[in-house]
């Protein structure tokens, strides 16, 4: 049997623990069976965090969202050129995440946030060279369940009165985000197998099949 070639990129946002990597799996699997080429590109990575302390500690560089958003922009730019590649070459891409995370967090946090919105959009550019996703789906679970399943999954992060109020805003700005963009927003508190559906009936209506 050979394989089927199509270039689309479909993009996955939401926040950690929204369910993003199952979703991606699962839609991997349909698109396998039917014979797409495809692949599953990230740029972020839990061990990077370890990994980016030693550097700015080791260099003294001050351990601020700046520094953390230029050292996640070289990741950004390797999950661009693997997706470009793997688009030209008739794939499929599926990405955990893409440029609308940036977005929301740069716009509207840190110091970025405080400069004109352009320089965002400048540094994004740089990144992405704003390729834009066919789809981008939003997978929308409010932070205290996302927080919850990230327990479950084994992670020890704290959730304080600051943290819950962190989370908050950036839950509300991606919506607004979505909305702004004409991201595909699902319930992501539904059970698993019902937002594969949605999300599978949705992408092989756009691919035809
Ligand atoms: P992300 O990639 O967005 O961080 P994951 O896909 O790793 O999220 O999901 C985080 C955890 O939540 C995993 O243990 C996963 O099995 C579970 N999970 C994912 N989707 C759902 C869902 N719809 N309902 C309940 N648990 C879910």
């Given amino acids: 049997m050979v394989p ?20 991606i799996i699962l839609l991997k699997e349909e698109l396998d ?17 370890t990994a980016f302390k030693k550097f ?9 969202s700046l520094s953390y958003m230029f050292l996640y922009q070289a990741l950004h730019r390797k999950q661009f050129e693997k997706t470009v590649a793997a688009l030209e070459n008739g794939n499929i891409v599926l990405a955990d995440r893409w440029s609308g995370s ?15 919105r352009e320089h965002v959009a400048l540094l ?3 990144a992405f060279e704003n390729l834009k996703p066919d789809m981008t789906f939003l997978l929308d679970v409010p932070p205290q ?3 919850e399943r990230r327990v ?21 700005k ?12 699902i319930d992501g508190t539904l059970p698993i197998e019902t937002i594969h559906r949605q999300i599978w009936d949705m992408v092989s209506e756009k691919l035809g099949q």
């Fill in 174 to 185: 991606c919506r607004a985000f979505a909305e702004e963009n004409g991201w595909i927003v």
């Fill in 152 to 172: 479950r999954r084994g992670e020890t992060d704290t959730f304080d009165a600051d943290t819950v109020c962190f989370y908050e805003a950036v839950h509300e």
């Fill in 4 to 23: 089927k070639s199509k270039r689309f990129l479909i993009a996955f946002e939401g926040i950690d623990g929204s369910g993003k990597t199952t979703q």
């Fill in 124 to 126: 994004n550019t740089l």
């Fill in 145 to 147: 369940i996302a927080f």
């Fill in 102 to 116: 940036f977005f929301v967090y740069h716009l509207n946090f840190g110091p970025l946030s405080k400069g004109p």
């Fill in 56 to 64: 700015l500690k080791t260099f003294e560089i001050a351990s601020d």
């Fill in 33 to 49: 069976r039917l014979l797409y080429q495809t692949l599953i590109t990230k740029a972020k990575k839990p061990s990077q965090e």
